[in-house]
């Protein structure tokens, strides 16, 4: 059972997503491309979700590459901008692995979206069709878990390769897991930092150096 | 799968286990890797390869602390004689999380941390994020904001192409270049300074406008750079275009051509430098850079000497952006005229209580976009496509901030682009794609 974390403050007159956004780009007016998708894909487009301008397709986890692939091939979205991931907190549907792409020809932008369970973390690679798609996998891999199927080279991007976790998940608290990654010794022959954020845990950092005696120390306030 | 290494008198626990199946994973993608060198027809890939492999075969560490790799950097390079056979590219020692501390942070808290990735343009990098925040929750910045943020972030592209001209030449042989472009680096400081109050990390924006006006000693200096320094960046042009040593080291090493820099994902002067015409100055237009004029340098060869032409060019073109935005600058307020968008005057802080709650409620809630909205926006930073994506639950902070460092795609495209040239050009082509491990290690 996810707890949930904040209380949610949103003023009343924030803007809305039907009110026009300062900041909206022509780019991402792409209601032709969501139309020639829903006709090649039908069942596969999940949803559409519009804010700030921006189309957001929802598809079916397994018909990614495909999309990809039409969008690629047919659409002129040969330029993979942005892959990420992120962590909904969600009993269902728990992650989330967006896809920005551009058609630098026509000026567009679209983001696609996939959801992917916590039982099922595997997904489709684009790795074969976007070559620019491979660090981008590895680091949503490295940050949330999710199984790219079909890459080529899924290692860890920045965390080492015996990490136990995955640290962008919501439940991967801010300051760490004591001991989960070692750390050089603070003083030559001390021995590892197994927590860096010792005194946020509760415990007494280690010093890197030796303090020296204070006259005004314990012992000899009495004095 | 993991193998430890026995030390004496050592026990294994107290060991970095990571270290040995970290190298053991490189070794085994560079096995792995597939051969792009020979599907590239480099004729150096054709010739007779030793069947002794002891001969000619070696694995290459270079970095991470290595003055040529532009920060910690690790190039793991298969070497087949002089020639590089194969590449990896190990990054992650710079990596602190940011984009998991800024979903513990407001909005406006998160800014300092901008500062700290691309650390050599900090200015874009905070008008990148007040931009993204901005769409996301619908504020509107005030004219004149805008205009100060765009003379802003190109001096912020000037101050970052000095560096990487400097450095560049640095590592191709030439350290005089280097304290000339810093000369030019400490003027831009100086703007900062007297324009932010900080020289390096200047966190100056602030979301829905700005900080501070710019004072006129700012503009002064401002005016007076602009004026000076396409003298001497046409001086350096002339100086360096006919440089037998700098062309010789440049031309014709790391080609990408367009459909290649597309597949890759390679943004900024890199793409350009293939021929393609992506810079989201005009391809998405943000502040006001679809009302003054300026040229996109575009160059189709691809290769090092390209991106240097890009570059240069590109500082020529800021420079006449600064100038044309500086005739333009109107007068007005700097910040958003809304106590749920923006931070209050300071006159307002002082003198009423109503100013005094809502810096308060700014600094301890801030903006709060509405629950489930998501949105990206993208900046042409120094280095190419700065974006970020950030979706919100509806509180200040935001539940998940997405960063597309521009560094981070090209080093990708780089440890393709190494593959088939001799190790000598491997700084020559880490300058030429300009990396900054800040940003590329996030």
């Known amino acids: 059972m996810h707890e949930t974390l904040k209380f949610h403050f949103t003023p009343v007159d924030t803007p809305q997503p039907d009110q026009a956004n300062p900041h909206a780009k022509a780019s991402t007016e792409v209601a032709g491309v969501v139309e020639a998708l829903r006709g090649e894909f039908g069942e596969a487009i999940l949803d559409l979700m519009v804010y700030a301008g921006e189309h957001t397709v929802y598809v ?69 069709l976007f070559r620019a798609a491979n660090w981008n996998e590895r680091e949503c891999y490295d940050m949330l878990g999710v199984i790219f199927d079909g890459h080529p ?71 | ?70 920060g910690v950097l690790r190039c793991v390079v298969k070497l087949d004689g002089e020639l590089i056979e194969k590449c990896v590219l190990d990054i992650g020692y710079l990596h602190r999380g940011i984009e998991k ?41 005030p004219e004149r904001a805008q205009w100060i943020r765009m003379i ?123 021929g393609v015409p992506y810079d989201i100055r005009r391809f998405e237009p943000y502040l006001k850079y679809d009302e003054v004029d300026f040229t996109i340098p575009l160059r189709t060869e691809g290769d090092c000497l390209a991106r240097y032409h890009v570059r240069m060019e590109e500082m020529l073109e800021s420079l006449k952006i600064i100038e044309q935005c500086l005739d333009r600058l109107p007068e007005g307020p700097i910040r958003a005229d809304d106590a749920k968008q923006a931070y209050p005057t300071k006159d307002e802080v002082y003198y009423s209580m109503e100013g005094l709650i809502h810096d308060f409620m700014y600094t301890d809630t801030g903006v709060a976009p509405p629950k489930g909205a998501a949105a990206y926006h993208a900046i042409e930073s120094p280095k190419g496509e700065l974006g970020f994506y950030l979706e919100s639950d509806g509180t200040g902070n935001p539940w998940r901030a997405r960063i597309n460092a521009p560094s981070y795609t090209n080093l990708q495209g780089l440890e393709w682009m190494m593959e088939g040239h001799p190790v000598a050009d491997i700084v020559v082509l880490i300058g030429s794609i300009d990396p900054v491990m800040g940003e590329a290690d996030k």
């Open chain 2, 1 to 70: 799968m993991s193998t430890t290494i026995e030390y004496a008198g050592v026990e294994s626990e107290d060991l970095f286990s990571f270290w040995p199946r970290h190298n053991e994973a490189i070794q085994q993608r560079l096995e792995s890797k597939h051969a792009w060198l020979e599907e590239r027809h480099h004729p150096e890939a054709q010739h007779d390869r030793a069947e002794d492999a002891l001969e000619h075969q070696m694995t290459l560490n270079i970095g991470p602390q290595h003055p040529a790799t532009h």
């Open chain 1, 60 to 128: 079916e986890k397994k018909r990614i590459a495909d999309v990809c692939a039409f969008l690629k091939d047919q659409q002129g979205f040969a330029y993979l901008v942005d892959l990420g991931g992120a962590d909904r907190f969600t009993d269902e549907d728990r992650f989330e692995v967006f896809y920005n792409l551009v058609n630098i020809d026509a000026g567009k932008r679209l983001r696609l979206k996939v959801r992917v369970d916590e039982d099922d973390l595997h997904v489709p690679s684009v790795t074969p």
């Open chain 2, 152 to 274: 802003m972030c190109e001096l912020a592209r000037i101050s970052s192409h000095l560096l990487w001209l400097g450095v560049g030449l640095m590592d191709a042989g030439a350290v005089s270049v280097f304290l000339w472009t810093f000369q030019g680096r400490e003027d831009l400081y100086n703007i900062f300074d007297e324009m932010t109050g900080a020289r390096f990390t200047v966190s100056h924006s602030r979301i829905g406008g700005l900080a501070s006006d710019i004072s006129p000693r700012a503009l002064d200096l401002i005016r007076d750079f602009v004026d000076r320094y396409p003298a001497i960046v046409q001086g350096w042009r002339k100086f360096l275009n006919r440089n037998r040593i700098w062309i010789g080291r440049n031309e014709g090493v790391g080609v990408v051509t367009a459909e290649e820099a597309i597949a890759l994902g390679l943004t900024g002067p890199n793409l350009r430098g293939s």
């Open chain 1, 153 to 223: 080279d899924l290692r860890r991007m920045y965390m080492p390769e015996d990490f136990e976790y995955y640290p962008q998940r919501k439940e991967f608290p801010l300051l760490g897991i004591p001991g989960s990654l070692p750390l050089p010794p603070q003083t030559p022959e001390g021995d590892l930092t197994m927590d860096p954020f010792a005194a946020a845990h509760g415990s007494k950092p280690v010093k890197s150096f030796e303090e020296p005696p204070s006259e005004f120390s314990d012992e000899n306030s009495e004095i």
């Open chain 2, 101 to 141: 501390l800024a979903e513990s942070k407001t909005y406006q808290e998160f800014m300092p941390y901008t500062d700290r990735m691309d650390y050599l343009a900090p200015y874009a990098n905070n008008v990148a994020w007040c931009l993204a925040v901005e769409k996301l929750a619908g504020i509107e910045v």
